[in-house]
């Protein structure tokens, strides 16, 4: 395997040196409140890389802790996407919801060292009496409670005996920390709504701060890696360990920049927005930036891999452009993708000096490149179509396809040469009558001769092909908070219909990716695909065309 650097990996490189660790101990623990995306593979290639790079082992956990917004059908989802990266998370999937004893016993421990308190301010309260950054916090009248009473309180907070929000669990730390995240954080709260895994077993559910720190610790986690988001967190992570946990070798926090993609969201509330109010065709909608989503679109493990290597793991945050994800498709693509022909805006041509009920075959190579993916014999005969950008009545300087006065090469074929244009009453082409050059297949073909792509129509088969676009006008969608609906792109989805390809593509697997000749790359959609009507996805066009668009 290539190693990759990149500081976290130093960091672990030196503690098993230093042998403070005798295996490095990884995981990747989403909440089953949505779909993974292309964000979370960040995290999941950086802790299962590492735990295959060290001779490690990498947990996947569910972060299950809430019950709010959970289900079986994202912890599905999940378990889908890491298997589709390619990574092995062990025997089984580890869920924090099992440790719901172990956390309430720690917290009844942190009670009877006097060190947690049940708090009855009102969450408003709460808030104020936590002061600011420039203000320091003040005592909540229920902090000096005895270790019984303490006890008693927080055994009702779980029997239901209380109100949701009428109190909480409290760590008690200090009030006048510069760190406003130990000023006596909730460490349980109240909430009766049933959980996806232990129903209603429990009225009293861990906050993330709580929770979090203590399920790595169970797990023997060595090094618990995520977001910047969460470096004040670190203080009270470690507060948690140092109170609760005896052995010496405890969890590192360690934190890296999230990844931000331009022209999308990477947030699953933000997400979960698009799917509600239908604006995307569910979580695995082909413009989503979900797994499922980059999956259906024909995007491969490899390619998002590759992707996520080049931007490397570090502390600063940016956005990084979405071109290069792409780019990314692009080179994996062109390496895997057998060609094939394929019209999307046909017109139909007729060869008229090519006698009716005669055909011909051409060989062509199935990879330009790859003479291992052998060849295919495609047909030719007289009425073909060809793609409506192929052919202008007034071509612009420089244009090379064909036009009335000029010839252009089929290719693998003949030469052909425009006759007469007929259009429908819309002034629409719909016809060319053209005649085609017997002699061209032997003659020298000139440097700059112009050559288009067409399909014979007796080897054609009429299919839905799905054009993609960005799903957001401007980079950063979410820095627009909740007005980033605003900003979706009106054209992300064009659906064509008949586009032809080579009728081979009937017999293929949904999922197969091929690249349609100077068009770019498509795939057979995994869902709505069928054997009566093939539907295809625009993976990635050939050329980035937005780079060529600009100025
Ligand atoms: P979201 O903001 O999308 O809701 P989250 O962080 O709340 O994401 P979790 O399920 O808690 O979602 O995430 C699981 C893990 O994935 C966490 O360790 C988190 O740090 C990491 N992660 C989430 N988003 C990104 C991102 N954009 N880049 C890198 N890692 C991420
Ligand atoms: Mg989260």
Known sequence: MEKQSDFIREIIEKDLKEKKYPKVVTRFPPEPNGYLHIGHAKSICLNFGIAEEFGGKCNLRMDDTDPEGEKEEYVRAIIEDVKWLGFDFGEKV?????????????????????????????????????????????????????????????????????????????????????????????????????????????????????????????????????????????????????????EPEKPKQIEFARLNLSHTVLSKRLLSRLVEEKIVDGWDDPRMPTLAGLRRRGYTPDAIKDFLKRIGVARNE???????????????????????????????????????????????????????????????????????????????????????????????????????????????????ICTYDPDSLKAERKGKEGVIHWIAKSNAIAVEVRLYDRLFTVPDPASYAEEFLKYINPKSLEILFPAYVEMQLGEKEPGSVFQFERLGYFCIDIKDSQKEKLVLNLVVPLKDTYSKKAP
Not at 97 to 115: M, N, R, T
Not at 376 to 382: C, D, E, S, Y
């Open 94 to 246: 580890l869920y924090a919801s099992d440790y719901f004893e172990k956390l309430y016993d720690f917290a009844v421990e942190l009670i009877k060292k006097g060190k947690a308190y049940v708090c009855h301010l009102s969450p408003e309260e709460i808030k104020t009496y936590r002061g600011s950054f420039n203000e320091p916090g003040k005592e909540s009248p229920y902090r000096n409670r005895t270790v019984e009473e303490n006890l008693r309180l927080f055994e009702k907070m779980k029997n239901g005996e209380f109100e949701e929000g009428s109190c909480v669990l409290r760590a008690k730390i200090d009030m006048q920390s510069p760190n406003i995240v130990l000023r006596d954080p909730v460490i349980y709260r109240i909430k009766k709504e049933p959980h996806y895994r232990t129903g209603s077993k429990w009225n009293i559910y861990p906050m993330y701060d709580f929770a979090h720190p203590l399920s790595d610790a169970i797990e023997g986690v060595t090094h618990s890696i995520c977001t910047l988001e969460f470096e004040n967190n670190r203080a009270l992570y470690d507060w948690f360990v140092g109170e609760l946990i005896s």
């Open 318 to 432: 940016n956005l990084v452009d979405v071109s290069l994800l792409e780019h990314c498709v692009r080179d994996d693509l062109d390496w895997k993708a057998p060609r094939v022909m394929g019209v999307l805006r046909p017109i139909e041509v007729i060869i008229e000096n090519y006698p009716e009920g005669k055909f011909e075959t051409f060989e062509c190579p199935n990879h330009p490149k790859r003479p291992e993916m052998g060849s295919r014999k495609i047909l030719f005969a007289r009425e073909i179509y060809i793609d409506e950008e192929d052919f202008s009545e007034n071509p612009p300087p420089g244009y090379r396809r064909l036009t009335p006065q000029g010839e252009v090469r089929l290719r693998y074929s003949y030469k052909i040469k425009c006759k007469e244009i007929i259009k429908d009453e819309a002034g629409k082409v719909k016809r060319l």
